[in-house]
């Protein structure tokens, strides 16, 4: 029990295009949802939490219209990185939970701006 | 906000070595996981426990609470405990979960 799905697992895309990354908890109803971010040797760094049906919480420094985060259901929650560019290149991982539970990842996905 | 650090950072160990792994954490926490992220980037639950003790075969956690860390015990290190494991904690009040420094571990055979 307790899946995250994460699609796509890998993306590569032109400097100046939108890329839409998506997370769905399968088989429960995800109260809450993180999106995280993760540059090569370092730690996972926390960008924004999402509550379905509420504006997304983002971490300070974390551009809000940059990474437009959509929680639409109990199920579902989007990250779409608009107007990427290099520096956007990094791996991004999704995770959910349901009231006071552990975590549960995606297999993240690995965003290559060229 | 609370800061997480892990130690040691970098661990090398031979198979079959022991090994303790420590998150220390600078404020009052709700919940607690560990975590092995393998080379694919995927990241594995291996304990939630916001405090006591629990094992899972070799491995074995403990969360001191009041003393602000938690432990994770690796024994007869196997190659395939490579990786990075990371604690997370959700300070109280927060509802976000805050990742540790990290510690790689190389497993040689």
């Known amino acids: 029990g307790a899946v995250v799905s994460q699609h796509p697992s890998r993306v590569i895309c032109k400097s100046g295009t939108s890329v839409k990354i998506e997370c769905r908890s399968l088989?429960?109803?995800?109260?809450?949802m993180f999106w995280y971010r993760q540059f090569p040797k370092q730690s996972l760094m926390l960008m924004a939490t999402?509550?379905?049906?509420?504006?997304?919480?983002?971490e300070q420094g974390v551009e809000k219209d940059k990474f437009l985060i959509n929680h639409a259901s109990l199920t579902l929650s989007t990250l779409t990185v608009t107007s990427a560019h290099p520096e956007d290149s990094s791996f991004y991982i999704c995770?959910?939970?349901?009231?006071?539970?552990?975590?549960?990842f995606g297999n993240g996905t690995r965003l290559t701006v060229t | 906000g609370i800061q997480v650090e892990q130690s040691p950072p970098d661990l090398i160990l031979q198979e079959g070595a022991n090994s303790t792994l420590r998150c220390n954490f600078s404020?009052?926490?709700?919940?607690l996981q560990w975590f092995h992220q393998n080379p694919w980037g995927q990241l594995i639950n291996l304990f939630y426990?916001?405090?006591g003790t629990k094992q899972n075969g070799r491995l074995s956690a403990t969360t001191v609470a009041t003393e602000r860390y938690s432990l994770l015990y690796i024994s007869s290190s196997q190659t395939t405990d490579s990786g990075v494991y990371f604690c997370?904690?959700?300070?109280?009040?927060?509802?976000?979960?805050?990742f540790g420094t990290g510690t790689r571990l190389k497993v040689l055979a």
């Open positions: 999402s509550n379905e049906g509420s504006k997304a919480t983002y």
């Open positions: 997370a904690v959700e300070a109280t009040g927060t509802y976000k979960y805050i």
């Open positions: 995770s959910a939970t349901v009231g006071n539970s552990p975590l549960h």
């Open positions: 404020d009052s926490v709700n919940n």
């Open positions: 426990i916001p405090s």
């Open positions: 088989d429960f109803q995800a109260t809450t």
